[in-house]
């Protein structure tokens, strides 16, 4: 069932989904509340360090008020609780980016000091640091870190993680009987060895999430557990997804794992379109909410067993007027002071100068219209590439760049947007430009390989019919950090036609073809034709599953982080780059009594007129607080 509560602090729309017998039983011999955490990508303040600006709507500051409210409401119900992460925390803004010099623990272990965290699960993005790194920031962990699919690939190789952990609770509601035992067992994508193979260099081997998770719930129950959590950063497969990285599902259907946390793509879970058969929780991404899972106990002479349970999530905000947050949930004070020293020298840092642009730039329009910061990346990242393969087999190929957005919006919000004034540049302008730290790689790749990858990105559109109106223009099941836009080409991207690929790269339909026009100089781009193109390491690593790269050859560079590259192109340290007086290199192919709804953020209104008469015209804000445009194509 969905139910509505009410805390305090307000009102929030709290999704409850109810499984088992805690749906018909008034009170049960005991509870555990377990309260969650997942993908806080370093957003531990309720501050927004790429536009220097509180944000009400992110931040484990603010989930550490829920956290002590769930506590409390556990300790008055009589209920054991405890409190986990499901990975993804080091890194992915900027107070997650320690200097060398930094004393003492990182911050997201500091704040899982202060909180009192019972046992973290890892992510993919926390192998991003290699195995050296991640070691020495998860020393000082107050709580045991796991991962039961990942192991070493070398004998005797020392890891930073346990494959499972198992935690005792007295019940308080039920004295005289014997703590549960609660078996944690931790899995993420297989997948994470591909994509951080640079820093890994083959220390690990991965096995797939469903059968690791079998295996690891099978002993734990072995090992006399009461109860088995599944710390799963792995999400919802979409139609046409890859249920290897995201099998959600697929785990929620083993007979050994009891309820689950869930992760990796940002969603909120429960769902009313989703349901599970037992309790399932992700609490969204960035700090945006907490999980709430409550276990309804039995004990009988063979031990506690499980009577049912629910799964609800607790939002930190809610969306106000003009896609403003309403806040929920007050910040910590307890936390906010211990992170203090950190947040000081985070705000430090960002001010650093590097540079300046002569004009705006912003993310509004990325999917529909020229995106100034993008084509500043392309073009330092081609300027560092051409100084790079000087002397190498690779220039004398053709040079192009590709580049993605970083903030799109999407499942971020509406406030999650590039958004740079022209004039004097700081380290958090070119932080808003990368968000992540990738580093700089070049591939060699033939045309028809060309010609795929920027079929791979149009499928982040909506077939739309022609003559039609007021369907959404993306896909939202579409991550828009795979929109890359290769600049050097011209082409066209013709939306009326189905996508060639599904969203794991799988062939959809052979005949499909979205980008028309193809051209290099001017001259139609042929298939056998080879470039060279220079691109970031998520993608050459195979993030997005852009499969077409895997057969492309990667040329040797030093390693060059991106967000350096920006910094040097500005400060004019590299020479000019051609590429960028070329122009924009794509548009949507003209459809004729056509048009499609756009989503972007508020900020939007005041980048308007950038665009060409007639194009756009605004319908309003959505429940999430997206402002809608309506498109002629």
């Known amino acids: 069932m969905v139910q509505k509560e009410q805390r305090a602090g307000g009102v929030s729309s709290i999704s409850d989904m109810t499984v088992g017998a805690e749906a018909s039983r008034a009170r049960s011999a005991g509870e555990l509340h377990v309260l969650a955490t997942t993908d806080l990508h370093c957003n531990l303040l309720s501050h927004d ?69 019972d046992a973290a699960g890892l992510g993919n993005h926390d192998f991003d640091i290699g195995l050296d790194a991640l070691a020495a920031v998860t020393a000082d962990m107050p709580c045991p870190v796991l991962c039961s699919n990942l192991r070493a690939a070398q004998p005797g190789l020392p890891l930073p993680f346990a494959p499972s952990a198992v935690l005792e609770r007295q019940v308080p509601g039920c004295p005289g009987l014997p703590p549960v035992r609660i078996g944690l067992l931790s899995v993420l994508p297989p997948q994470t060895l591909s994509w951080c193979r640079q820093a890994l260099q083959g220390q690990l081997q991965a096995a797939g999430i469903v059968e690791a998770a079998a295996e690891q719930a099978g002993q734990l129950k072995a090992q006399g557990c009461d109860l088995v959590l599944a710390l799963a950063h792995t999400g919802l497969a979409p139609a046409g997804g890859d249920r290897s990285e995201n099998a959600l599902d697929a785990l929620a259907a083993l007979p050994g794992i009891d309820a689950l946390v869930g992760g990796h793509t940002h969603l909120t879970l429960p769902h009313p379109d989703h349901p599970f058969s037992k309790p399932v929780v992700m609490p969204g991404a960035h700090g945006s909410h907490l999980g709430v899972i409550r276990l309804a106990l039995e004990h009988a002479p063979g031990g506690w067993q499980m009577a049912g349970g629910s799964a609800s999530l607790r939002p930190v905000s809610q969306p106000g007027a ?251 340290r590299l020479p000019p780059e051609p590429l960028a007086e070329a122009p924009y290199p794509w548009q949507l192919a003209p459809v004729p009594g056509t048009s499609a709804v756009a989503v972007t953020g508020p900020g939007a209104a005041e980048h308007l007129q950038e665009l060409p008469a007639g194009l756009a015209t605004p319908r309003g804000f959505d429940s999430a607080g997206f402002w809608e445009l309506e498109l002629q194509l």
Not at 83 to 100: H, R
Not at 436 to 460: H, I, K, Y
């Open 49 to 117: 360090y790429y536009a220097n600006r509180p944000d009400p709507a992110i931040g484990l500051s603010r989930v550490a008020t829920l956290i002590a409210e769930a506590r409390a409401q556990a300790a008055a119900r009589g209920a054991a609780s405890i409190l986990v992460d499901n990975g993804d925390g080091f890194q992915g803004a900027p107070l997650g980016d320690v200097l060398p010099q930094a004393a003492g623990p990182h911050p997201l272990v500091r704040a899982f000091q202060v909180l009192q965290y």
């Open 322 to 572: 003009a896609g403003t947050a309403t806040p929920l949930a007050k910040e910590d004070p307890v936390l906010v002071q211990a992170l203090a020293e950190d947040h000081s020298r985070t705000l430090k840092r960002m001010q650093e100068p590097a540079g300046s642009s002569p004009v705006a730039m912003h993310s509004y329009f990325t999917f529909f219209a020229p995106d100034r910061g993008l084509a500043l990346t392309a073009s330092a990242q081609a300027a560092a590439a051409r100084v790079l393969l000087r002397g190498s087999a690779g220039e004398d190929l053709p040079l192009l760049s590709a580049a993605a957005p970083g903030k799109f919006g999407g499942r971020s919000g509406p406030q999650s947007y590039t958004d740079i004034a022209a004039g004097d540049l700081c380290a958090r302008n070119i932080a808003d430009l990368q968000v992540f730290p990738n580093e700089l790689r070049v591939v060699q790749v033939t045309g028809a390989q060309l010609q795929d990858w920027l079929e791979m990105s149009a499928g982040l559109f909506n077939r739309i019919e022609p003559g039609s109106s007021g369907r959404r223009l993306s896909d939202p099941q579409r991550a828009g950090h795979n929109f890359d836009v290769i600049f050097g080409l011209s082409y066209q991207i013709d939306v009326t036609q189905p996508p060639r690929f599904s969203a794991s790269g799988d062939l959809l339909s052979p005949a499909a073809q979205r980008v028309k026009e193809l051209r290099w100089q001017g001259r139609p781009v042929d298939p056998g034709q080879r470039f060279a193109v220079a691109v970031n390491s998520y993608r050459v690593s195979g993030g997005g599953r852009f499969r077409m790269l895997e057969e492309a050859r990667e040329l040797p560079l030093p390693p060059l982080r991106i967000r350096q590259g920006i910094r040097d192109y500005i400060a004019g």
